[in-house]
T-cell receptor
């Protein structure tokens, strides 16, 4: 079946511009995550959605970063006034409903590679 | 919050030999420990996971062991093949609402030498 889809796959933008990154999760997955992966680094948590609400926004680096999810499906990560340090691969993942046991696997998309010049 | 450390950062092994990657975690409440494989230009893909009520799990050439007392877990790949070359990430997640995110290690770049 279809996996997690992210668009665009690559984005080059000038410093100071706003960008929007899109994530289409696996159908039926109610949990959605955004992670950031800098060159040669691990995965840095940004935000988690359960349905359309975001119980955990603790990883957003600054108020220039925001995310929303509509209809319990598509999510958009927006970065305003981009800076060079925002350059990274932004990964989206989805999973079945997470409960207190928290053991539903995350399924990742292939990411959006953002380059800020 | 949870902190996961992963070693080594790079590992090269001869084809056919075994590879071992080790992780430690800080939160004793963590109960779910997945391993992901990431190939160039792709997102991480789950290869095996283990829950805290199990000490070892095996799937063909891949096995994971968990020592809750010491708070460490390891990935073992036997009879390595060139297609095993990739970056591997461990992760951990505690029990309970409000703990739904996975915390990842910093990754191990595994290279299989033909």
């Amino acid at each position: 079946g279809a996996g997690v889809s992210q668009s665009p796959s690559n984005k080059v933008t000038e410093k100071g511009k706003d960008v929007e990154l899109r994530c289409d999760p696996i159908s039926g997955h109610t949990a959605l995550y955004w992670y950031r992966q800098s060159l040669g680094q691990g995965l840095e948590f940004l935000i988690y959605f359960q349905g359309n609400s975001a119980p955990d926004k603790s990883g957003l680096p600054s108020d220039r970063f925001s995310a929303e999810r509509t209809g319990g499906s598509v999510s958009t990560l927006t970065i305003q006034r981009t800076q060079q340090e925002d350059s990274a691969v932004y990964l989206c993942a989805s999973s079945l409903n997470q409960g207190p046991m928290g053991d539903s696997p995350l399924h990742f998309g292939n990411g959006t590679r953002l380059t800020v010049t | 919050g949870e902190n996961v450390e992963q070693h080594p950062s790079t590992l090269s092994v001869q084809e056919g030999d075994s590879a071992v990657i080790k992780c430690t975690y800080s939160d004793s409440a963590s109960n779910y420990f997945p391993w992901y494989k990431q190939e160039l230009g792709k997102g991480p893909q789950l290869i095996i996971d283990i829950r805290s009520n199990v000490g070892e799990k095996k799937d063909q050439r891949i096995a994971v062991t968990l020592n809750k007392t010491a708070k460490h877990f390891s990935l073992h790949i036997t009879e390595t093949q060139p297609e095993d070359s990739a970056v591997y990430f461990c992760a951990a997640r505690p029990l309970g609402f409000g703990n739904e995110k996975l915390t990842f290690g910093t990754g191990t770049r595994l290279t299989i030498i033909p």
